[in-house]
């Protein structure tokens, strides 16, 4: 007769995990079947059921995607901070320093989940939409490039663990649509 073995009998001596302080909490997907721009096409095509692959679908995407995260602060009275280029000659001059009186705020009224957004535009690998259409027929190539995209990053209070953040990207609503890649 055989037993059965689960993964904390594997694991148990040969993987430990010892925190003594987090304080970011990042969340990245990564999307395999959107690693290149074929699949990207796909994605617009096969998945979102849509007859061309135009990055007018993008931008829609991204554009719901604004309206949410904007009624998700409005619904909650959670701040959105529209930081200017950060000032690398001072050195309190980081978005934690701008978020701090909201999250000390927060926490001295008992108040816990997404207390301040911070809405920035950084660098980032992107898909954009290379329109090579001619007459009616309509096509568009999806090409990998670095360009400035908007961010939001979620300021969070934890009743537990106390402040972090969460990091999450939105496309902009541009005339050729871009897609993050990581």
């Given at each position: 007769?055989?037993?059965?073995?689960?993964?904390?009998?594997?694991?148990?001596?040969?993987?430990?995990?010892?925190?003594?302080?987090?304080?970011?909490?990042?969340?990245?997907?990564?999307?395999?079947?959107?690693?290149?721009?074929?699949?990207?096409a796909?994605?617009?095509t096969g998945?979102?059921?849509?007859?061309?692959?135009?990055?007018?679908?993008?931008?829609?995407?991204?554009?719901?995607?604004?309206?949410?995260?904007?009624?998700?602060?409005?619904?909650?009275?959670?701040?959105?901070l529209h930081?200017?280029?950060?000032?690398?000659?001072?050195?309190?001059?980081?978005?934690?320093?701008?978020?701090?009186?909201?999250?000390?705020?927060?926490?001295?009224?008992?108040?816990?989940?997404?207390?301040?957004?911070?809405?920035?535009?950084?660098?980032?690998?992107?898909?954009?939409?290379?329109?090579?259409?001619?007459?009616?027929?309509?096509?568009?190539?999806?090409?990998?490039?670095?360009?400035?995209?908007?961010?939001?990053?979620?300021?969070?209070?934890?009743?537990?663990?106390?402040?972090?953040?969460?990091?999450?990207?939105?496309?902009?609503?541009?005339?050729?649509?871009?897609?993050?890649?990581?």
């Amino acid at each position: 007769m055989t037993s059965v073995t689960n993964i904390n009998d594997v694991l148990d001596g040969h993987v430990g995990l010892d925190l003594s302080c987090i304080d970011r909490l990042y969340l990245n997907a990564y999307v395999p079947n959107m690693a290149v721009g074929g699949q990207v096409a796909r994605f617009l095509t096969g998945h979102l059921g849509n007859p061309i692959p135009s990055p007018a679908l993008l931008q829609k995407i991204g554009n719901r995607f604004l309206r949410d995260v904007k009624t998700f602060a409005e619904e909650n009275d959670i701040p959105i901070l529209h930081l200017k280029k950060p000032d690398r000659s001072r050195w309190d001059d980081r978005k934690l320093d701008h978020v701090r009186p909201f999250l000390d705020q927060a926490d001295q009224e008992g108040r816990f989940g997404v207390v301040a957004i911070v809405q920035a535009q950084e660098f980032q690998w992107v898909f954009s939409a290379k329109d090579h259409s001619s007459g009616k027929l309509k096509r568009f190539d999806f090409v990998r490039e670095e360009r400035r995209v908007g961010i939001y990053y979620f300021y969070l209070l934890d009743s537990e663990f106390g402040s972090r953040f969460h990091q999450d990207r939105h496309l902009l609503p541009l005339s050729d649509q871009s897609v993050p890649v990581d």
